[in-house]
T-cell receptor, first 114, second 115 residues
Framework: DSGVTQTPKHLITATGQRVTLRCSPR?????VYWYQQSLDQGLQFLIQ???????AKGNILERFSAQQFPDLHSELNLSSLELGDSALYFC?????????????FGNGTRLTVT | AQSVTQLGSHVSVSEGALVLLRCNYS??????LFWYVQYPNQGLQLLLK??????LVKGINGFEAEFKKSETSFHLTKPSAHMSDAAEYFC?????????????FGTGTKLQVIP
């Protein structure tokens, strides 16, 4: 058990809809990372937060947004969903300040857009 | 800037054979290096990490990796493959950037173990 909790585990929705994915980081971790994993694109970094502030952006679409709340949990919002957004979405956390800190991954949310 | 290159998106070995998964990195500063494993329908799990204490790092499940600065490599090895080692393996590099941790993952190598 990594200590990182992601909900829901599975999500099935229609094109054009909006969904919210939730992540609770491991106790004591200040950094939260979001990744998208699909068969054709592999593991893609989306965005990173540290103690509530956005620190780095990767290949995140404008239709996607995220935030980290004061209690350090994070949400990833996906809107105007397209078929191509179907993927596994992972959240990971780390202490954040130390480069030697490993990332701890949740088990992911599997999003299916129909 | 930092980057990670994993040579071979797919590697097949026979059960009992040596496993060698290659990782080369580039970093403008001394890096911290990690190997992660992902089993089907699961998140990534830490296998081992290099933090400059020793160049040969031992991890879980019999895996180890050797940091070679001159070759900018951090290859993952296991003397004898087991069927349960079939998974996808990711190499990652981490460094401090503006006071926070910046992590870059390789594209992953899928290991197939043939009975």
């Amino acid at each position: 058990d990594s200590g990182v909790t992601q909900t829901p585990k599975h999500l099935i929705t229609a094109t054009g809809q909006r969904v919210t994915l939730r992540c609770s980081p491991r106790s004591g971790d200040l950094s939260v990372y979001w990744y998208q994993q699909s068969l054709d694109q592999g593991l893609q970094f989306l965005i990173q937060y540290y103690n509530g502030e956005e620190r780095a952006k990767g290949n995140i679409l404008e239709r996607f947004s995220a935030q980290q709340f004061p209690d350090l949990h994070s949400e990833l919002n996906l809107s105007s969903l397209e078929l191509g957004d179907s993927a596994l979405y992972f959240c990971a956390s780390s202490q954040g300040g130390l480069s030697s800190s490993p990332l701890h991954f949740g088990n992911g949310t599997r999003l299916t857009v129909t | 800037a930092q980057s990670v290159t994993q040579l071979g998106s797919h590697v097949s070995v026979s059960e009992g054979a040596l496993v060698l998964l290659r990782c080369n990195y580039s970093s403008s500063v001394p890096p911290y290096l990690f190997w992660y494993v992902q089993y089907p329908n699961q998140g990534l799990q830490l296998l081992l990490k290099y933090t400059s204490a020793a160049t040969l790092v031992k991890g879980i499940n019999g895996f180890e990796a050797e940091f070679k600065k001159s070759e900018t490599s951090f290859h993952l090895t296991k003397p004898s493959a087991h069927m349960s080692d079939a998974a996808e393996y990711f190499c990652a590099v981490s460094r401090n950037s503006g006071g926070y941790q910046k992590v870059t993952f390789g594209t992953g190598t899928k290991l197939q173990v043939i009975p």
